[in-house]
């Protein structure tokens, strides 16, 4: 077993990756955050699978694109958040994030994160389910997509529990770089 878990969270700007962690570690959610969080690191004691988790929230501003690409590596998995109530910010999970981990030649699990369901309502029309399943189709290495909300403290819990999951039991063979190469 792993014994330790690196969660990087990533996405576009302002989707919520440092409240869901913020939230996840004070179990209420704040209006204000701080652009970027401190890493957080949590004792095996407290987490589900009994390992070392660290959490790695990044930043989205083109000046940092180094730090990030250089956090991307070093991940085991990989938090990729969207925001429900903004149909571009999932286009760009397809179209620039998942395209830009096999660029970096990183082939860690996926799990892809639609926050901020207060905004569209719960039990509301699921307007973006349909355009999920191509994605996860394409990109095999998305082992699973989750909604929640930050703000209602809403499957917080819960997704940072299917990260380190994804790393411990592995479902399903990772997309593999080297042939596509
Ligand atoms: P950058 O660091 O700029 O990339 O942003 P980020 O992705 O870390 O987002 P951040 O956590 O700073 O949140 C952006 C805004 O969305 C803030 O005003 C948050 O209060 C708000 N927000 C975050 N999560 C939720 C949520 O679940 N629901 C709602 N309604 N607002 C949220």
């Not at 989707?15 to 957080?40: A, N, R």
Request: aromatic share 6%; proline share 7%.
């Amino acid at each position: 077993m792993k014994p330790s878990v690196r969660i990087v969270v990533v996405g576009d700007p302002k989707v919520g990756k440092s409240s869901l962690i913020k939230t996840l570690i004070s179990e209420s959610f704040e209006d204000e955050v701080q652009p970027v969080l401190p890493t957080v690191v949590i004792p095996p004691e407290v987490t589900p699978e009994r390992v070392h988790v660290s959490i790695v929230d990044t930043s989205s501003s083109p000046e940092e694109r180094h730090k990030l690409e250089e956090e991307i590596r070093k991940a085991d998995v990989l938090v990729l958040v969207y925001d429900v109530s903004k149909r571009e910010t999932l286009d760009r999970a397809s179209s620039y994030w998942l395209p830009t981990l096999r660029r970096l030649g990183v082939s860690v699990p996926v799990v892809l994160v639609g926050n901020k369901i207060d905004v569209r309502g719960i039990g509301a029309d699921h307007s973006l389910e349909h355009l999920i399943k191509p994605i996860m189709d394409e990109f095999r290495e998305v082992d699973v997509c989750i909604e929640c909300s930050a703000k209602q403290v809403f499957n917080i819990a819960e997704l940072f529990y299917y990260a380190q999951k994804a790393v411990i039991h592995p479902t399903a063979p990772l997309y593999d770089v080297n042939e596509h190469t």
